[in-house]
């Protein structure tokens, strides 16, 4: 089965620690996507790949690291910089980075205390 | 920048229809998704229209565009329970800068 693999589906740490959230595609897209989802806020764009070893900060980066050394995985680092971490993370891919549908994996939710 | 815009909620009653409105500020928009958000889950395409047509009709959903108003809606037909969720307008374009923009999702509750 083809899809997009998020894990744990519930993280928990203590506040100051990193963690980096996990995000494995098998289906051959070249661009891939993390978002942070907040109440009421809808989904804001953290970071995306375009291609491997490529990518560029989205519209709320500051606090958060990523890498993409290959095609199927782009983890998502939280950084102790980030101020409020709490949060439900998706995960996405696409065949190509405009013009198409994404796909998203079921998402990881992230509690620091 | 590109905008997308949802009202936040919809409340109907089993059996009936559920109209969901986006409108959209880009006028190279060149798809058009609605994605269902079920609690707890990722989002899942539900269905998407091209620029280029004006309704697309798909089992219990029927998009609407109105592209002169830059206006589109998701109508689902004899909602029920299992329909309650959130539901997200998003667009993209074949150029610029951006991957889909989406609105900030419309939570349907549909009451039995």
């Known amino acids: 089965d083809g899809g997009i693999t998020q894990s744990p589906k519930y993280l928990f740490r203590k506040e100051g620690q990193n963690v980096t959230l996990s995000c494995e595609q098998n289906?051959?897209?070249?661009?891939m996507y993390w978002y942070r989802q907040d109440p009421g806020q809808g989904l804001r764009l953290i970071y995306y790949?375009?291609?491997?070893?490529?990518?560029q900060k989205g519209d709320i980066a500051e606090g958060y690291s990523v890498s993409r050394e290959k095609k199927e995985s782009f983890p998502l680092t939280v950084t102790s910089a980030q101020k409020n971490p709490t949060a439900f993370y998706l995960c996405?891919?696409?065949?190509?980075?405009?013009?198409?549908?994404?796909?998203f994996g079921p998402g990881t939710r992230l509690t620091v205390t | 920048g590109e905008d997308v815009e949802q009202s936040l909620f919809l409340s109907v009653r089993e059996g009936d229809s559920s109209v969901i409105n986006c409108t959209y500020t880009?006028?190279?928009?060149?798809?058009l998704y609605w994605y269902k958000q079920e609690p707890g889950a990722g989002l899942q395409l539900l269905t998407y229209?091209?620029?280029?047509?004006d309704m697309k009709q798909d089992q219990r959903l029927t998009v609407l565009l109105n592209k002169k108003d830059k206006h589109l809606s998701l109508r689902i037909a004899d909602t029920q329970t299992g329909d309650s969720a959130i539901y997200f307008c998003?667009?993209?374009?074949?150029?610029?800068?951006?991957?889909?923009?989406f609105g900030k999702g419309t939570r349907l509750s549909v009451i039995a």
């Open positions: 790949s375009q291609i491997v070893n490529d990518f």
């Open positions: 289906l051959n897209h070249d661009a």
């Open positions: 996405a891919s696409s065949i190509a980075w405009q013009g198409v549908e994404q796909y």
């Open positions: 880009d006028s190279s928009s060149t798809y």
């Open positions: 229209i091209f620029s280029n047509m």
């Open positions: 998003a667009e993209t374009a074949q150029s610029g800068n951006t991957p889909l923009v």
